[in-house]
């Protein structure tokens, strides 16, 4: 009976499946004691003075729906650390819009701008979870193979992608600093993608939800600064703040482009939760650095297990942000990223996530994210010697 029914649905959902990420982490989370290095998630709580002010917007019975673009003091307060921290100006008025979550803004824009037949370019490996959206939308992802220049996306690269496609192409996404491989790109860098992208009619949609996990000298240089017309930043206070739970993202672009977007946010949620919103005007105005003990942890964390993974023959590109690292399997054991991850978490009880599940080109990669604790990494680091040890025999 129900076979009919489900001929009914979207047929573009035959095309997806869920994550792969999702996958594996509840494939090992039946493991004893298993330590898992796998989602991206802060193991910090979230500031106690956002928590506070959460809880007094609670006790004041804030609890009815903001407007569609989210309150206007939360969007002052976004534009003020915008222009304060990366020099960016949007109008609180008609230029931010509250999200839930970045996932939610990822949403809202795609299905804004894609018609079937589009097709969006993107550096990879890359995050899987742009690729799903493109396709209910009736469009293709095109990967843009990073591997050769330690996943740096070159402006020839990006030059060539978009001329080969011959004008299918409406949108590039760039993700920094990026999940999985923690790449990041300088100013200078930032402003030659940009002369290209200005070249082409192709919109520019900037997931730089981890630029204040930034661990360069310089700081993050958003690519709007250099072509603002066509690029829609999307950003949010989930690894910022410690704030995944409370689901607040921010989506900022021209005037123009946010009045077409606002549409597609107000059918898919109608507003993000008005508790949330009063709890990120606080992080926004008086959380401004609240990432910095985070980020000096993060480091920490992060040279740690390049040092025991390096030493254990895994080849690793030194991210520059975010809070993963992407390593090469060494050549003398299992290449299947996704064979490999199982068989580890099965023998020494620790998850870690297969390259694959972040397309073609992450296959014989594995991503360990360190938004985990140091005791929790310590233990990681010493069942994975202990592997890699029985594994060479």
Request: avoid cysteine; proline fraction near 4%.
């Amino acid at each position: 009976m129900f076979y009919g029914f489900i001929k009914k649905f979207n047929p573009n959902l035959d095309k997806i499946e869920i994550s792969l990420i999702r996958q594996f982490d509840q494939q090992v989370s039946s493991i004893p004691d298993v330590i898992k290095l796998t989602l991206g998630e802060p193991d910090f709580y979230t500031p106690e003075h956002v928590k506070q002010a959460g809880i007094v917007a609670i006790e004041n019975n804030q609890s009815h729906y903001t407007g569609m673009a989210g309150l206007l003091e939360l969007r002052q307060a976004a534009s003020e650390f915008m222009n304060k921290k990366y020099g960016l100006s949007y109008a609180a008025e008609d230029e931010i819009l509250v999200t839930v979550g970045v996932t939610e803004a990822i949403s809202s824009v795609l299905l804004s701008i894609l018609v079937a037949g589009d097709e969006v370019l993107i550096p990879a490996p890359a995050y899987p979870g742009y690729e799903p959206l493109i396709t209910l939308a009736g469009g293709s992802l095109v990967e843009i193979d990073t591997r050769a220049n330690d996943f740096v996306l070159t402006p020839e690269m990006l030059e060539q992608a978009i001329v080969e496609r011959e004008g299918k192409v409406k949108a590039v996404i760039l993700n920094y600093p990026a999940n999985p491989t923690g790449v990041t790109y300088n100013r200078g860098q930032i402003k030659a993608l940009a002369e290209v992208l200005k070249k082409h009619e192709v919109f520019v949609i900037a997931d730089e939800v981890y630029s204040e996990l930034n661990y360069t000298d310089q700081p993050h240089v958003s690519i709007a600064e250099y072509a603002p017309e066509q690029t829609i930043v999307l950003n949010g206070l989930s690894k910022s703040h410690a704030m995944t739970g409370w689901r607040i993202g921010l989506i900022f672009a021209a005037r123009e482009l946010v009045a077409q977007i606002i549409k597609t946010h107000q059918y898919l949620v109608t507003s993000a939760s008005t508790q949330s919103q009063f709890a990120a005007i606080e992080a926004l105005k008086n959380g401004a650095y609240d990432a910095l003990p985070m980020k000096k942890e993060y480091l920490k964390r992060r040279d740690y297990i390049i040092e025991k993974m390096s030493d254990l023959g895994f080849k690793i590109i030194e991210p520059d942000g975010a809070f993963y690292i992407f390593a090469k399997i060494p050549a003398d054991l299992e290449q299947d990223s996704f064979k490999f991850a199982v068989d580890f978490a099965k023998e020494n009880a620790v998850a870690i996530i297969p390259g694959i599940a972040f397309g073609q080109y992450g296959e014989g990669f594995v991503r360990l994210s360190y938004a985990a604790s140091m005791d929790m990494i310590e233990q990681a680091m010493a069942r994975l010697t202990d592997y890699v040890t029985k594994k060479r025999g």
